[in-house]
C-alpha cells in the first residue's frame, strides 16, 4: 500500500451498494455455522435510514419489537458516526445470529478511534451522546482501529 492510500474495507462486495450479500461461514472457535447479511452503503445522510432498514428487515424476526427498537437506535447511532466521521465514501454493516445472540458490526474509513465521553454533554448539547447510548444498549461493545478503518461490534442477547 502506499501512502496516504486507504486500505480496502474487507467485504464481499456486490457490485450495487443497495442489494445486501447474504454470507455463511463456520466459526474456527465454536463450529458453529453461522448466515449473516452484510451491505455496503455510500457515506451519504440517506445512508442512515438505508442502514436501520437493512438491520430492521434482517432481524426483525428474530427478536421482540422492543429489543428490535434498541438495535434499531444503536444502528442510527453507529451509522450516523460513520456518515458524519469517517473519511471515506462508503460503510459496511454486517448482522450475523448465532444461538442467542445477534452480533451487529458498522465499519468505515477513519483517522480517529471512537470514545464515549466520560460526562454527559449539556441539555443544548446537540452532540455527544451516541456512543453512551450505544453501550448502554448492547450487552457487549467492541471497538476495533487498523489501518484506517474501524469497527464496532455490537452483541444483543435475542432471549
Do not use: K
Amino acid at each position: 500500500m502506499r501512502a496516504g492510500e486507504r486500505p480496502a474495507l474487507r467485504s464481499t462486495r456486490h457490485p450495487s451498494t443497495t442489494d445486501p450479500v447474504t454470507y455463511s461461514v463456520t466459526d474456527s472457535v465454536t463450529g458453529d455455522f453461522v448466515v449473516g447479511q452484510r451491505q455496503v452503503f455510500p457515506a451519504v445522510t440517506g445512508s442512515i435510514r438505508a442502514a436501520r432498514s437493512f438491520v430492521r428487515s434482517t432481524v426483525e424476526e428474530m427478536m421482540s419489537p422492543d429489543r428490535l427498537v434498541d438495535v434499531e437506535l444503536v444502528t442510527s447511532e453507529l451509522v450516523t458516526n460513520a456518515v458524519e466521521y469517517g473519511d471515506g465514501d462508503e460503510f459496511i454493516v454486517s448482522i450475523d445470529a448465532r444461538d442467542a445472540e445477534l452480533t451487529l458490526v458498522v465499519s468505515g474509513h477513519t483517522n480517529g478511534v471512537p470514545q464515549p465521553s466520560v460526562e454527559m454533554p449539556s441539555v443544548e448539547s446537540p452532540r455527544g451522546r451516541g456512543l453512551q447510548i450505544v453501550h448502554a444498549l448492547c450487552d457487549s461493545v467492541i471497538v476495533d482501529a487498523a489501518r484506517g478503518v474501524v469497527s464496532v461490534e455490537c452483541r444483543f442477547r435475542l432471549s
